[in-house]
């Protein structure tokens, strides 16, 4: 089992709609969750970071988080065709300080 | 205030040359970390500094690669007799407990993509 997963997608959302991005991780010593964006051919660029349990809303975009469940995931609202990207998700676990990433999960916005 | 910067931003090389990057951080950060990213693959941990300390090491480091930072500011990542699989992106990364949002918060560098032949 991988430490971090998403699913590679294509998922493919309509300009205006709600893209939902979602996440999986299986050490449960995981503290804090990052979710990175990350354009054709560039560097993965911070977007959003959650460490407890529930909502963090920011602009469009909001992080969820449930431990329980060792689930994070983003939601993306009112869509643009610049949001078009890979969305990838990191996790730190405790005592660590190295981010341990998923695959990435390919994001196309349709105008 | 500028970002983490790579050098250089392309390398093709010849399969058993040797190649060396640089990464300047962020300057108040004091750590510092290297990845390697792989088409269609999320970023994989090489190798993390805190001041001039290299405090972890991945399994993917062999022993061809070597990483320093030695007055802990800029680091360079080298590999020695490189190979067709070490093609890919290289990124750095750097971070401070003391700033952003507490979290110690990873921000990338633009990376040094490499071409071995």
């Known amino acids: 089992q991988k430490e971090v997963e998403q699913n590679s997608g294509p998922l493919s959302v309509p300009e205006g709609a709600i893209a939902s991005l979602n996440c999986t991780y299986s050490?449960?010593?995981?503290?804090?969750f990052f979710w990175y964006r990350q354009y054709s051919g560039k560097s993965p660029e911070l977007i959003m970071f959650i460490y407890s349990n529930g909502d963090k809303e920011d602009g469009r975009f909001t992080a969820q988080l449930n431990k329980a469940s060792q689930y994070v995931s983003l939601l993306i609202r009112d869509s643009q065709p610049s949001d078009s990207a890979t969305y990838l998700c990191?996790?730190?676990?405790?005592?660590?300080?190295?981010?341990?990433f998923g695959q990435g999960t390919r994001l196309t916005i349709n105008p | 205030d500028t970002g983490v910067s790579q050098n250089p931003r392309h390398k093709i090389t010849k399969r058993g040359q040797n190649v060396t990057f640089r990464c300047d951080p962020i300057?108040?950060?004091?750590?510092l970390y290297w990845y390697r990213q792989t088409l269609g693959q999320g970023p994989e941990f090489l190798t993390y500094?805190?001041?001039?300390?290299?405090?972890?090491k991945s399994r993917l480091l062999s022993d061809r690669f070597s990483a320093e930072r030695p007055k802990g500011s800029f680091s360079t990542l080298e590999i020695q007799r490189t190979e067709q699989g070490d093609s890919a992106m290289y990124l750095c990364?750097?971070?401070?407990?003391?700033?952003?949002?507490?979290?110690?918060?990873?921000?990338f560098g633009p990376g040094t993509r490499l071409t071995v032949l």
């Open positions: 990364a750097s971070s401070s407990l003391r700033l952003a949002g507490g979290l110690d918060e990873q921000f």
């Open positions: 500094f805190q001041n001039e300390a290299q405090l972890e």
């Open positions: 990191a996790v730190k676990i405790q005592g660590a300080q190295k981010l341990v």
């Open positions: 300057s108040e950060h004091n750590r």
């Open positions: 050490d449960r010593g995981s503290q804090s």
